[in-house]
């Protein structure tokens, strides 16, 4: 693992946090979305940050590991800007695995959520990827046919947003 971490600092109960350089970096990003798709078997990823620059860069690395994953070939959707419910509503309209991104000054947070609406915690696939990472299995693309894609999809949070204004 290139620039390691102490994942049993990082990898909480519901989440993958720390601050910003010293406990957590970029990479570790790239490698959750990359873990995520094979975790989750999913085509595709939902994905809402809170906006700050951190948080975009931290996105920008989960973009590629997860549209990087094996033979995937997973799709992105990138929803911009928002909170638990905007991601919550992308999951449901799009029927796939969501992350969302956010900061607190150099903390940085990093929630998964299943297909269905769920956290990933623990005891429900959040351990699965720390055990990847720590084994130094993060999946890679076997070739670039394989290569997913990011899609913007800012249509998702204008709907929300009109739909429950």
């Known amino acids: 693992m290139l620039n390691p ?5 990082v990898f909480t109960e519901d989440r993958i946090a720390g601050l910003h350089p010293t406990d957590i970096h970029p990479a570790v990003a790239w490698w959750v979305g990359s873990c995520l798709v094979l ?14 620059e951190l948080a975009k860069q931290y996105c920008g690395l989960f973009n590629r590991g997860a549209i990087n994953c094996r033979h995937f070939a997973a799709t ?14 992308a999951i449901r309209t799009l029927q796939v695995p969501g992350v969302r991104i956010s900061t607190a000054g150099d903390e940085v947070t990093i929630r998964l959520f299943a ?13 699965r990827i720390c ?13 670039d046919h394989s290569r997913g894609r990011v899609v913007h999809r800012p249509d998702l949070a204008k709907h929300y947003a009109t739909a429950e204004g």
């Open 5 to 9: 971490v102490d994942l049993s600092k």
């Open 39 to 52: 975790t989750t078997g999913a085509h595709g990823v939902a994905l809402v940050h809170d906006g700050s």
């Open 76 to 89: 992105v959707s990138v929803v911009g800007e928002g909170d638990e419910e905007l991601l919550a509503y």
């Open 115 to 127: 297909a269905d609406g769920a956290p990933i915690t623990e005891g429900a696939g959040l351990e």
């Open 131 to 143: 055990d990847l990472i720590a084994r130094d299995k993060v999946p890679i693309p076997v070739n």
